[in-house]
T-cell receptor
Framework: AQSVTQPDIHITVSEGASLELRCNYS??????LFWYVQSPGQGLQLLLK??????LVQGIKGFEAEFKRSQSSFNLRKPSVHWSDAAEYFC????????????FGDGTTLTVKP | NAGVTQTPKFQVLKTGQSMTLQCAQD?????MYWYRQDPGMGLRLIYY???????DKGEVPNGYNVSRLNKREFSLRLESAAPSQTSVYFC??????????????FGPGTRLLVL
């Protein structure tokens, strides 16, 4: 069965430190890949997505993600974390673009220390 | 352009009561979705509608019904609420045909407590 795994439930980093959030998927083909961010009490907002081409994707708020087919991974990175980045981050995949159905990972909660 | 709107924002029900969660989008999207979000479990798809007039079950449809009233509106109904349906419910839409990959746009959520 198709699945999306975010191995880290909770990550704490210091402000200004670099960040990497992991995402792995299990599908037969390369799906469309997304990262969303959810601030407390809010809905989800798209950070970036990958569907083809350059495997390093730039998103909003200084985030980037790299697709690695050999590892079935789509990890999210940021060189220098800001306190406002504290939120929950979700990786998602879409396999059947006709329906647009997404499968979400369980999320990673990011805490930023001053 | 309001995006995706949901009503109500908060609701408390007693076990056995019914209610309908409303969702509307003004982006002319074809597809709409209902998710529930429980702590530590990410988002799980309840129902979705790939186009006006069609609906399909998602991962956790039991206890819910949906109506795609028109292209803009997609409602979720709980006929007989149970405490296990206490959750945060998100509506989303997608389907701008110029948008490869079907980015989903989410509403602000409805927080439901069933006592």
């Amino acid at each position: 069965a198709q699945s999306v795994t975010q191995p880290d439930i909770h990550i704490t980093v210091s402000e200004g430190a670099s960040l990497e959030l992991r995402c792995n998927y299990s599908y037969g083909a390369t799906p469309y890949l997304f990262w969303y961010v959810q601030s407390p009490g809010q809905g989800l907002q798209l950070l970036l997505k990958y569907f083809s081409g350059d495997t390093l994707v730039q998103g909003i708020k200084g985030f980037e993600a790299e697709f690695k087919r050999s590892q079935s991974s789509f990890n999210l990175r940021k060189p220098s974390v800001h306190w406002s980045d504290a939120a929950e981050y979700f990786c998602a995949v879409v396999l059947n673009t006709n329906a647009g159905k997404s499968t979400f990972g369980d999320g990673t909660t990011l805490t930023v220390k001053p | 352009n309001a995006g995706v709107t949901q009503t109500p924002k908060f609701q408390v029900l007693k076990t056995g009561q019914s209610m309908t969660l409303q969702c509307a989008q003004d982006m002319n999207h074809n597809s709409m979705y209902w998710y529930r979000q429980d702590p530590g479990m990410g988002l799980r798809l309840i129902y979705y509608s790939a186009s006006e007039g069609t609906t399909d079950k998602g991962e956790v449809p039991n206890g819910y019904n949906v109506s795609r009233l028109n292209k803009r509106e997609f409602s979720l109904r709980l006929e007989s609420a149970a405490p296990s349906q206490t959750s945060v419910y998100f509506c989303a839409s997608s389907g701008d045909r110029t948008d490869i990959g079907e980015t989903q746009y989410f509403g602000p959520g409805t927080r439901l407590l069933v006592l």
